[in-house]
């Protein structure tokens, strides 16, 4: 896999990839278009943050580039790739309880906060990929 050059876009199997963690400065492109959602990515090797019509849906510190990203009530699914171990929040439901999966490795249960923040930490080395699922309970 590789970086999102064009910071987001839509994958011929319909789930979403955004982020570029080798960008040196800020970047953003606000606007995208996605199953009637409108998309803002703001990313660079610092952090990458994506919102949906003004929420908050996905943040990594430092920057990542996500590739298959796919949400619906139940479930979350992605690959995430960086050149460093990173801190990922999600927002979820809040008060719910998750489980969550990485590199097909049960990591255990989460519960969300009031907001329905989730936090989790994958470790990652340069071209590495790993991928997450995170199912409600």
Do not use: C, W
């Amino acid at each position: 896999m590789a970086v999102i050059s064009e910071l987001i876009r839509e994958e011929e199997n319909g789930a979403l990839s955004f982020g570029n963690y080798e960008l040196k400065e800020k970047t953003k492109q606000d606007g995208f278009k996605y199953n009637g959602d409108s998309y803002k990515i703001k990313t660079f090797y610092e952090i990458t943050k994506l919102e949906k019509n003004g929420a908050f849906v996905y943040e990594s510190v430092p920057g990542t580039a996500v590739h298959d990203f796919r949400a619906n009530a139940t479930k979350t699914i992605f690959s995430v790739e960086g050149d460093k171990d990173a801190q990922i929040t999600l927002e979820l439901e809040p008060e719910k309880e998750y489980k969550v999966h990485v590199n097909d490795v049960y990591v255990g249960k989460m519960k969300t906060n009031l907001g329905g923040k989730l936090n989790l930490s994958v470790e990652l080395e340069e071209n590495d990929q790993v991928n997450v699922v995170i199912e409600k309970i």
